[in-house]
């Protein structure tokens, strides 16, 4: 077996050494995508992938801001929701419909089969009540 000169393995520590700084530098810049962090970084995404796998502090880190912005962008989408002024209200709420379940969600798709049906008595003195139906329509 060809054995590696010690002067190459020193080389190759180096190399990745220099690789950790610069993109533990790039994560300290607000690089969060491991794409930003490479061009910062100049290193490939393999070598990226490589040094996570090495270095489990350093992906940790790298876990650690994106959970971070991703805590950000929800906390922007609450308060966005959260006041009925804001020129975006509607939109970002129907994308929180729209994306994550609720129990109601849960409850409508138990009774597929049978459709739920609520009764409601009418405000105006009659004495039907208005029944509202969940489920699919009935096919005639």
Known sequence: MK???KEKEQ??????EDQTRMVKAAMEM???????ICKSANIEMWELNGLFKEDKDLHAMFNV???SLVDM?????TSIVKDPDHP???AATKYVLQKYKSDLDEVL???????LEIDV???NGSTKPVIIRFGKPDKK
């Open 3 to 5: 054995r590696i000169p």
């Open 11 to 16: 080389e190759k520590i180096e190399k990745i």
């Open 30 to 36: 607000g690089f969060t995508t491991k794409k930003d």
């Open 65 to 67: 801001r994106r959970r």
């Open 73 to 77: 962008a929800a906390d922007n989408m």
């Open 88 to 90: 975006n209200n509607f």
């Open 109 to 115: 798709e138990s009774h597929e089969v049978n459709p």
């Open 121 to 123: 008595p009418s405000g």
